[in-house]
T-cell receptor
Framework: TQLLEQSPQFLSIQEGENLTVYCNSSSVFSSLQWYRQEPGEGPVLLVTVVTGGEVKKLKRLTFQFGDARKDSSLHITAAQPGDTGLYLC???????????WGAGTKLIIKP | DADVTQTPRNRITKTGKRIMLECSQT?????MYWYRQDPGLGLRLIYY???????NKGEISDGYSVSRQAQAKFSLSLESAIPNQTALYFC????????????FGSGTRLTVV
């Protein structure tokens, strides 16, 4: 069974601090996607990383795909209350590129 | 209009009742999915369809059935609802390929009493 483990499960920090969320697996993925979900809504795609070692930036968010394409990280610089939400990673696998989902990291940024 | 529309948004039903959740998408994608989300368990795949004639079971299909009425429409049925099917249900659609992300609906919060 393929697993994608996210850590930490929960993180509560003050506005302005930096943080990193991790997504780890023993499996190799064709791509790794990050989503953010707000209460009462569905997950929204933030980024897709495809190449081992790839780094993508989205304003204050930096996403990295591991060299072996088994893990990924999301780093947020100077977190703001608007970053609050559930962050989900998902790895595409198999010939049909099915997604394997992490359980999520619940992030709270306090003003 | 939203790319993926789910109805109803909220539903309370009694044990043993049949209930249908509906989903329609305007992305023009062939692939559609039904997930349920429970606290601490993440998203679990119930059924998926890669085109109108293709239906596949996911990891937790027992107690559920689906119908793909058209490229844009994919409905989920609970034949005889039970309390442990109380959850948040999401429909999603995607293109084909590793680069395609999923577009989700806003979800249906289902409570079985």
């Amino acid at each position: 069974t393929q697993l994608l483990e996210q850590s930490p499960q929960f993180l509560s920090i003050q506005e302005g601090e930096n943080l990193t969320v991790y997504c780890n697996s023993s499996s190799v993925f064709s791509s790794l996607q990050w989503y953010r979900q707000e209460p009462g809504e569905g997950p929204v795609l933030l980024v897709t990383v495809v190449t081992g070692g790839e780094v993508k930036k989205l304003k204050r968010l930096t996403f990295q795909f591991g060299d072996a394409r088994k893990d990924s990280s999301l780093h947020i610089t100077a977190a703001q209350p608007g970053d609050t939400g559930l962050y989900l990673c998902a790895g595409a696998t198999g010939s049909n590129y099915q997604l394997i989902w992490g359980a999520g990291t619940k992030l709270i940024i306090k003003p | 209009d939203a790319d993926v529309t789910q109805t109803p948004r909220n539903r309370i039903t009694k044990t043993g009742k049949r209930i249908m959740l509906e989903c329609s998408q305007t992305k023009g994608h062939d692939r559609m999915y039904w997930y349920r989300q429970d606290p601490g368990l993440g998203l679990r795949l119930i059924y998926y369809s890669f085109d109108v004639k293709d239906i596949n079971k996911g990891e937790i299909s027992d107690g559920y059935s689906v119908s793909r009425q058209a490229q844009a429409k994919f409905s989920l049925s609970l034949e005889s609802a039970i309390p442990n099917q109380t959850a948040l249900y999401f429909c999603a659609t995607s293109g084909e390929g590793a680069n395609y992300g999923y577009t989700f609906g806003s979800g249906t919060r289902l409570t079985v009493v």
